[in-house]
């Protein structure tokens, strides 16, 4: 079987956020896609099977970190459309059907839902695992279960140093962190991180489903605009385009092919696909 490693929000190699992405006849049993993925230790791993004609999509896709399979992911999604490229694909998931749309010139843009925002109180843990002031709490819906936490400006999101192994400890995904940006003339309209230690993931370097959350919440806060692009400030680092489309977000970025191979491991039969 063919295993390739894209690098997703980016069009440099070494950047953005890596992702596996395996194309199978039919899915095997979860726990062989688990183990791949742990062997394969990137954030997440995409597997994926074409479905027959008159289906709801043309493929099926699931998505595995280190530990855990996962509702939504969108880097592995937009690493899928660049390995598959097509001018559109449709994906059926445990999200529902999404779908991927190339511009013709290297992007690709991802229809998502968009994640539910709900005021939360703060969880009394939480300030201190983060080492910052908090200035909002939501909790962003069952697709991602993440906590967004607003700090007080970029500065502080880029400085944060969070206590992982406590994070791994709490039930949500992930945590993720964002602020206003500082310049807003530096190409970028808001800033963000990402830790998922509950889900395998320390810090993911960009975070495509997160910023179902994130575009709501920043199209709310700058005036009702509907067009963003956010920055994900992780090591790595990548860019993010969005655009709020009601109950739909669209996601666009650039991807690139750093490593194609062979997996040689025969995947263990399911009964189930």
């Not at 896709?61 to 999604?77: I, M, N, Q």
């Amino acid at each position: 079987m063919r295993i390739q490693i894209v690098d997703a929000f980016t069009a440099e190699p070494f950047a953005g956020n890596p992702a596996g992405v395996v194309v199978l006849s039919e899915f095997p049993a979860a726990e062989w896609m688990q183990r791949v993925a742990a062997e394969v230790n990137l954030s997440e791993t995409a597997f994926l099977h074409p479905l027959t004609p008159g289906a709801d999509a043309d493929f099926a896709l699931r998505w595995f970190t280190p530990a855990v399979e996962v509702a939504l992911c969108g880097h592995a999604t937009l690493a899928t459309a660049h390995i598959l490229g097509r001018d559109k694909t449709s994906f059926a998931t445990l999200s529902g059907v999404l779908t991927a749309t190339s511009a013709g010139d290297g992007w690709y843009t991802l229809d998502f839902p968009t994640a539910p925002l709900t005021p939360v109180d703060a969880p009394p843990w939480l300030a201190g695992v983060l080492g910052a002031e908090i200035v909002s709490v939501h909790h962003t819906g069952p697709n991602t279960d993440d906590l967004l936490v607003e700090l007080r400006d970029e500065a502080t999101v880029r400085g944060l140093r969070p206590d992982l192994a406590s994070l791994a400890r709490r039930e949500n995904r992930g945590v993720v962190v964002t602020a206003r940006a500082a310049d807003r003339e530096g190409g970028y309209d808001f800033v963000s991180r990402f830790f998922g230690a509950a889900a395998g993931v320390g810090e993911d370097p960009v975070t495509g489903s997160a910023h179902t959350a994130l575009t709501p919440f920043w199209s709310a806060r700058l005036g009702g605009r509907t067009e963003l692009t956010g920055y994900q400030a992780s090591a790595r680092g990548g860019y993010v385009r969005v655009m709020l489309a009601g109950d739909r977000t669209h996601l666009t970025g650039q991807a690139v092919t750093v490593i194609d191979g062979e997996l040689r491991v025969q995947p263990v039969c399911s009964s189930t696909s």
